[in-house]
């Protein structure tokens, strides 16, 4: 069980860019979150894995910006975590799960397609798309941006 007030002396050091308390942050959360990464992603060890060192990564890099107020293992497993597994191809076959069991009801055991079901189906449909959709629109945009260098900025001058 973690110490809370201990927690947060540690994120307000983390927050100060201490490496021994984010060293001792790491200790204390990185096989929690790996195992919440094992369940979430059906035990695939190196996504587990990838997932726990880019969260630490970017934890690094943001520490200035840590709430020692908040809890930290909230923020690793509900803001790092599931952002970088909504898009893999397990949880997208997996929100679609849901289309598959009506298809077989209505199908096979003669279930009513009602406009609850067919709303539900097309909300679903809609969020994958975009999930799908907004890693590829991604990608573009990153390379539309290189494609141009930086501008400077103009500064009206006041008069």
Known sequence: MVNFTDEKHLLIDLKDSSFQAFERLYNM???????????LSSGNQYMAEEVVQA??????????KVDPASSFISFLCTTRAVQYIGSTPTAILGALEPVTAVF??????GESLT???IGGILMIILAVT??????NITIYLVRFRKL???LPLKHKTRG
């Open 29 to 39: 959360y990185s096989g929690k979150l790996y195992n919440f990464i094992m369940r």
């Open 55 to 64: 969260t630490f990564i970017r934890i690094w890099e943001v520490h200035e």
């Open 104 to 109: 077989f009801g209505v199908t096979i055991f």
């Open 115 to 117: 406009p609850r079901l």
């Open 130 to 135: 975009l999930i799908i959709v907004g890693s």
């Open 148 to 150: 141009f260098p930086k």
